[in-house]
C-alpha cells in the first residue's frame, strides 16, 4: 500500500511563496509518476503539475508555468512544490498523487493540504 502525506501549505500574502512537500512510503518512490492536484471551494479539482519518475520530464497547467517548479528526491522517497508569485486565485486544497503511469486520475492520493493566499 502506498502512503502519501502533504505538508508545507499555510497562509501567505499575494506575490509570496510557499513549498509544498510529499512524503511517500509503499513500493519503490522511483518507479511512480507523481503529480499535484489542487481543489478550490466549489470547483472540481484540477491537474496543477506532473513528473516523471526520473525527473526528467515536468508538466505543468498552464495556470501556474513559469511561477511553480515541481521536483522530486528519489533518495528521500519525497515530492516537492515550489510556489512562487502565488495569487489569490491560488487558493485550494493541494494534494499529491502518484501512479505507475500517467493517467488523468491517479490511483494513490494525499490527504491534501490547505494553501490560502491573501490579497
Known amino acids: 500500500q502506498v502512503q502519501l502525506v502533504e505538508s508545507g501549505g499555510g497562509l501567505v500574502l499575494a506575490g509570496g511563496s510557499l513549498r509544498l512537500s510529499c512524503a511517500v512510503s509503499?513500493?519503490?518512490?522511483?518507479?511512480?509518476?507523481m503529480a499535484w492536484f489542487r481543489q478550490a471551494p466549489g470547483k472540481e479539482r484540477e491537474f496543477v503539475s506532473r513528473?516523471?519518475?526520473?525527473?526528467?520530464?515536468?508538466y505543468y497547467a498552464d495556470s501556474v508555468k513559469g511561477r511553480f517548479t515541481i521536483s522530486r528526491d528519489n533518495a528521500k522517497n519525497t515530492l516537492y512544490l515550489q510556489m512562487n508569485r502565488l495569487k489569490p486565485e491560488d487558493t485550494a486544497v493541494y494534494y499529491c498523487?502518484?501512479?505507475?503511469?500517467?493517467?488523468?486520475?491517479?490511483?494513490?492520493w494525499g490527504q491534501g493540504t490547505q494553501v490560502t493566499v491573501s490579497s
Open positions: 513528473i516523471t519518475g526520473s525527473g526528467g520530464t515536468t
Open positions: 509503499g513500493r519503490t518512490f522511483s518507479t511512480y509518476v
Open positions: 498523487a502518484a501512479d505507475p503511469t500517467i493517467r488523468n486520475l491517479p490511483k494513490y
